[in-house]
């Protein structure tokens, strides 16, 4: 019998490290991205169509079945699995997957803190699905990778936010182990504790009230855009991007 495991998935900026240090305290075996480092590799290349599903599902086996085979629960946050929702499923019957989202303009303002797909990108960017990118949808497409190359930071986490998001939705619905999670429902003081609670149950925990109250007062991942900080052109794209896959999660996107 493998031990209770809950995979939490995300785009990144989405409280992760705070899950995995809070389940830790709980008692379970709590990992932020504990790789290995080519998972982020695999989970772009599966979300784009370059790896199939049972493929995925052989690699998924070779890294976590031995951890899987302890007793003690075990709680993976991490946003280098966004793509492979699916393959978790199949891979691990037993397994719960959440995905947290967080509202697209929170996400692009820390992302944009944080320094991902910056203009040109990081020397490691240039690696093979490194990051999730629209011309590894459709590689032989020399207009995409044009496109691609001109945009900036801010158009391209856009578009990420709905490509990432879009990739762990569309796997994982119509599984009862996979639900969604809003980061912005996870940091409120009232609602927080009960999702805190859920995922407490799902690694069967017994988590006290006190314990829930207090890991949903620190400070998670905070940052907010101004409406002076983005101009009404960022401001258009960001709702032309992001705006029809927001409405799955309750969201409504629109310029200030």
Same mark, same amino acid.
């Given at each position: 019998m493998?031990?209770r ?31 290995p ?7 772009? #290349?599966?979300?784009s %169509? @370059?790896?199939s ?6 690699? !998924?086996?070779?890294? $976590?079945?031995? &951890? ?22 199949v ?11 967080r ?7 820390? #992302?944009?803190?944080? %320094? @991902?797909?910056?203009f ?5 960017? !240039?690696?093979?699905? $490194?990051?999730? &990118?629209?011309?590894q ?8 990778r ?33 639900r ?11 609602r ?30 905070a ?7 983005w ?6 794209r ?19």
């Open positions: 493998s031990a495991a809950v995979f939490v998935v995300s785009t990144g900026r989405t409280g992760t490290q705070f899950l995995a240090h809070t389940v830790d305290a709980w008692g379970a075996r709590g990992h932020h991205e504990p790789g480092w080519w998972l982020r590799h695999l989970s772009n #290349a599966h979300a %169509g @370059a790896v599903e049972a493929r995925a599902v052989r690699l !998924l086996h070779r890294v $976590r079945d031995e &951890a899987l085979a302890a007793d003690e629960p075990w709680f993976e946050a991490s946003c280098l699995d966004h793509g492979l929702v699916g393959p978790l499923l891979a691990f019957p037993e397994a719960t997957v959440v995905q947290v989202i509202h697209p303009v929170g996400y692009v303002r820390s #992302a944009q803190d944080w %320094g @991902a797909y910056r040109g990108g990081r020397p490691l960017n !240039l690696l093979p699905y $490194r990051r999730l &990118a629209a011309p949808f459709d590689r032989w497409n020399p207009a995409e044009l496109r691609w190359v001109g945009q900036d930071q801010f158009e391209r986490l856009s578009w990420a936010w709905s490509a990432m998001n879009r990739a762990m939705r569309s796997q994982g619905e119509g599984s009862d182990r996979f969604v999670l809003r980061f912005e429902d996870m940091t409120d003081p009232a927080g504790p009960q999702e805190l609670a859920r995922i407490a149950d799902d690694l069967g925990l017994d988590v006290g009230t006190d314990a829930l109250d207090a890991a949903v007062q620190q400070r998670v991942n940052s907010e855009a101004k409406a002076g900080d101009t009404p052109e960022q401001w258009a960001l709702v032309d991007l992001t705006a029809d896959e927001a409405q799955h999660y309750g969201y409504d996107v629109r310029a200030p």
